[in-house]
């Protein structure tokens, strides 16, 4: 009897512990559900906020308006670069005239 005793306690032990995965799992499927609500309601309000500021919530069309939008800042930023050496070069031509003018002056 001592066996069936020691057989009942294992198959016991064995349900225990699938009762203790089950609750394990259920309660990972809650926090996992929990998770994808956050995420789905993030992504709504991301879409609702690509809309009201790009015009649209498609990823290709998105993707479209990053590149054109880098581009243009590209572009924006070597006309900035050009303006500051061409101000550079004019205030250096504008120092040498100086320069050359405050020795003239000097000779006479």
Known sequence: MNRSHSKKTNEQQA?????SRFDDLSHQRTRIGTQREV???NLQELQARAIKEFGTDDLAELEKKLHAMKLDNEKKRAEYQA?????E?????VEAKYAAGD???GEG
């Open 15 to 19: 349900i225990e512990q699938l009762q």
């Open 39 to 41: 995420a789905q309601k």
């Open 83 to 87: 303006c500051l050496e061409k101000i």
């Open 89 to 93: 070069h004019d205030l250096n031509e």
């Open 103 to 105: 020795a003239s002056v």
